[in-house]
T-cell receptor, first 111, second 114 residues
Framework: GENVEQHPSTLSVQEGDSAVIKCTYS??????FPWYKQELGKGPQLIID?????GEKKDQRIAVTLNKTAKHFSLHITETQPEDSAVYFC??????????FGTGTSLTVIP | GAGVSQSPRYKVAKRGQDVALRCDPI?????LFWYQQALGQGPEFLTY????????KSGLPSDRFFAERPEGSVSTLKIQRTQQEDSAVYLC????????????FGPGTRLTVL
């Protein structure tokens, strides 16, 4: 089955700086890679996603890059704000429609 | 707006009790997923429905776990003879289409087994 690894597990940045979270996956058949933000006591919320036929996608301050050959994808948040503080999860979906999540990154943006 | 709702939000059970967790997906969503999220971990896939058909239950940890979606909308996850290791947040998600589509998550049910 798929194995998704996520790094780092915790990340602290100063407000206004950039944050980068990286994930690797093992199943070359995986073709959809979403990123979720989870706040305390809430379910994960999709913030951006990318499909395997695209190398990069951007939405305002958030971007995701995908390297299919190396089987890794990254989340980039620019101009971080305190409200960006949360736990972020990457995921990969395989042909069986199963989502495999990473172990999460706890991001703290220091005002 | 009508998102995914789950009930109860919190459940405390004594070891050995049976519990039933409910998920109301977004109206019209074909696919429904259940996940188990242990403290400090990412969600782990349990099972997947497409309409009323349970297409994948490979993630269910034991035969004490059972899920159903009889009319293709509301789903129930049942855990029989609960054990302490069952303590976790149980998340439900739904998506409009089959496979590779955005999943919308509910707030989860936090189950604590004493």
């Amino acid at each position: 089955g798929e194995n998704v690894e996520q790094h780092p597990s915790t990340l602290s940045v100063q407000e206004g700086d950039s944050a980068v979270i990286k994930c690797t996956y093992s199943d070359s058949a995986s073709n959809y890679f979403p990123w979720y933000k989870q706040e305390l006591g809430k379910g994960p919320q999709l913030i951006i996603d990318i499909r395997s036929n695209v190398g990069e996608k951007k939405d305002q301050r958030i971007a995701v890059t995908l390297n299919k050959t190396a089987k890794h994808f990254s989340l980039h948040i620019t101009e971080t704000q305190p409200e960006d503080s949360a736990v972020y999860f990457c995921a990969a979906i395989n042909t069986g429609n199963q989502f495999y999540f990473g172990t999460g990154t706890s991001l703290t943006v220091i005002p | 707006g009508a998102g995914v709702s789950q009930s109860p939000r919190y459940k405390v059970a004594k070891r050995g009790q049976d519990v039933a967790l409910r998920c109301d997906p977004i109206s019209g969503h074909v696919s429904l997923f259940w996940y188990q999220q242990a403290l400090g971990q990412g969600p782990e896939f349990l099972t997947y429905f497409q309409n009323e058909a349970q297409l994948d239950k490979s993630g269910l940890p034991s035969d004490r776990f059972f899920a159903e979606r009889p009319e293709g909308s509301v789903s129930t996850l049942k855990i029989q003879r609960t054990q302490q290791e069952d303590s976790a947040v149980y998340l439900c998600a739904s998506s409009l289409a089959q496979g590779g589509a955005e999943q919308f998550f509910g707030p989860g049910t936090r189950l604590t087994v004493l």
